[in-house]
């Protein structure tokens, strides 16, 4: 996006400048409710009103960009707000993965017993223990 407002901003600057030196002749104006009149140079008068309008059109741009300025500052602080929340999900899940660790290596495992002794259990009766 500079590379073009560069391209088309420098050789406009350029024929601006051109064209005031080229008008080097004096103009006067009146001023109608005051009765003065002014004499001023027409290359000086180009350039003044050319940068004049430069100006204001750089604040109008950013008069007109504030509602997004706005916007993304907005944005930033939830997204700083987020992050924090995430860093602290990200301690805390750290830590469960921690004690499941812990667990697992303070609890030896059970042996497994097999599905057929299982059955073989369950249809078995209990002797009376005296």
Same mark, same amino acid.
């Given at each position: +996006?500079? @590379?073009?407002?560069?391209?088309?901003?420098? &050789?406009?600057?350029?024929?601006?400048i051109v064209f005031a030196v080229v008008n080097n002749d004096f103009?006067?104006?009146? *001023? $109608? &409710?005051?009765?003065?009149?002014?004499?001023? %140079?027409?290359?000086?008068?180009?350039?003044?009103?050319? @940068?004049?309008?430069?100006?204001?059109?750089?604040?109008?741009?950013?008069?007109?960009?504030? &509602?997004?300025?706005?916007?993304?500052?907005?944005?930033?602080? /939830?997204? $700083?707000? *987020?992050?924090?929340?995430? !860093?602290?999900?990200?301690? /805390?899940? %750290?830590?469960?993965?921690e004690n499941i660790e812990y667990l697992k290596n303070k609890e &030896? !495992?059970?042996?497994?017993?097999? #599905? $057929?002794? $299982? +059955?073989?259990? #369950?249809? %078995?009766?209990?002797?009376?223990?005296?």
């Amino acid at each position: +996006m500079n @590379f073009i407002r560069r391209l088309i901003g420098i &050789p406009l600057i350029v024929v601006v400048i051109v064209f005031a030196v080229v008008n080097n002749d004096f103009a006067t104006f009146t *001023l $109608k &409710p005051f009765d003065v009149d002014i004499t001023i %140079s027409l290359s000086v008068l180009i350039l003044v009103l050319f @940068f004049a309008g430069y100006l204001l059109g750089r604040l109008d741009g950013y008069v007109a960009n504030a &509602p997004l300025r706005s916007s993304l500052r907005a944005h930033k602080k /939830t997204n $700083k707000a *987020l992050n924090k929340e995430h !860093e602290k999900l990200h301690a /805390t899940v %750290s830590d469960l993965q921690e004690n499941i660790e812990y667990l697992k290596n303070k609890e &030896p !495992e059970k042996p497994k017993v097999p #599905f $057929k002794q $299982k +059955m073989s259990n #369950f249809f %078995s009766f209990k002797k009376n223990q005296q």
